[in-house]
């Protein structure tokens, strides 16, 4: 089992910096035991501290590439497609036919640029509406009958003064 040197450490870092590999994927690499690794994480600053800046490279790193990839999707981008036909030459052997390269464009991503923007700009750019359902606070204790036509609201009033004093409403069209 390898001791404790500069070269480990680089050799551990460099692993940590190109891909997000686990403890057990790193241990296995270098030859060293997961045990091996935490009491050298927990016993030694300078190996803490550097495994520490080689996660941050890669996550770093990362979210370069994250954002590399969201802006050519906001933006949409060109490739080309490569169709290869292969048939047998006779001999048993494969053999091209045909290849063909189209140049494609990809338009831009409709959920890309609403990330983009909801994420960027989130005081101008809205994923989601904001309702309010209790009228500034306060709820709402009656029903709310809306008329429009003012044969409606004399037809109501009629009603009220029924309920309220007993005064019988006219009947449209019994005296018609």
């Known amino acids: 089992m390898p001791k404790y040197s500069p070269e480990i450490v680089k050799k551990i870092c460099g692993m940590l910096e190109k891909d ?6 790193v241990c296995a690499n270098v030859g060293i ?3 091996t690794y935490y009491d050298w994480q927990k016993n030694k600053s300078e190996f803490s501290e550097s495994i520490k800046k080689a996660r941050e490279v890669f996550v770093n790193k990362t979210l370069r590439d994250c954002e ?3 802006n050519k999707l906001v933006n949409g981008f060109e490739y080309e497609e490569v169709k290869t036909t292969i048939v047998d030459d006779g001999r048993g052997k494969p053999k091209i036919k045909e290849k063909t390269t189209t140049k494609k464009i990809a338009a831009p991503n409709l959920g890309a640029i609403i990330h983009y923007q909801t994420n960027r ?11 309010d359902h209790t009228t500034n606070g306060k709820e709402i204790n009656e029903r ?3 008329l429009e036509k003012e044969e409606d609201r004399k037809r109501l009033e009629e009603m009220r003064k029924f309920v309220e004093d007993g005064e019988m409403p006219s009947i449209k069209g019994a005296d018609d």
Do not use: G
């Open 121 to 131: 700009d989130p005081d101008n750019w809205k994923n989601r509406q904001a309702v």
């Open 144 to 146: 709310v009958l809306v």
């Open 68 to 70: 590399r990839s969201l």
């Open 20 to 25: 997000s590999y686990t403890v057990k994927e």
């Open 33 to 35: 035991n997961d045990d």
